[in-house]
């Protein structure tokens, strides 16, 4: 069975820009979620969608957001972006809960 | 404000000794634990879980103890090897698929 996949791979932006990361999850998995890592933050809760439904919600500020299509691919696009936005942004699918996340490799997010 | 926590940003072991690696949580309501492995330019690997229902939980040399009392998950690698040098994280969720991770720890294992 393939991984999760997570495209691009990696991405530089200048301040102000926006950006859409696309991330396909395993077959059969219909939840999504977003996580942003920094160095010395560890793993960022952004959201999760489950069924095209965004179910869960970090403490991102509101130019973070993201959707999820009927084949649960999902996106998640951030507006006006910020240097401090510089960051791996990771996409993790599983089953219904309670149950183990599967990551992708991650987007490298870069902001100039 | 942190709900998991790692508290030791690095470790250091020889190989063929125990590594362990703790994390603490502040939520009692939290039901479901995971452990994670990174290396980097990679997305996490997962490791072996444990429910609240248990307090260990074993899978070939790895083995996550819960201690529900104290709040503290530990991981532990038997014997090490150096290919288990790599970042890992803890992850706890309450009945749904919003995780919380820790900070991570640095794990090192010299042959």
Redesign the interface.
Known sequence: KAGVTQTPRYLIKTRGQQVTLSCSPISGHRSVSWYQQTPGQGLQFLFEYFSETQRNKGNFPGRFSGRQFSNSRSEMNVSTLELGDSALYLCASSLPPPDTQYFGPGTRLTVL | DQQVK?NSPSLSVQEGRISILNCDYTNSMF??F?W?KKYP??????LI?I?SIKDKNEDGRFTVFLNKSAKHLSLHIVPSQPGDSAVY?C?A?E??????????TSLTVIP
């Open positions: 790692q039901d479901y995971l994670y330019a990679e997305g996490p690997t997962f879980s429910s994280f992850a969720s009945a749904s698929n919003q995780f919380y991770f820790g900070t991570g």
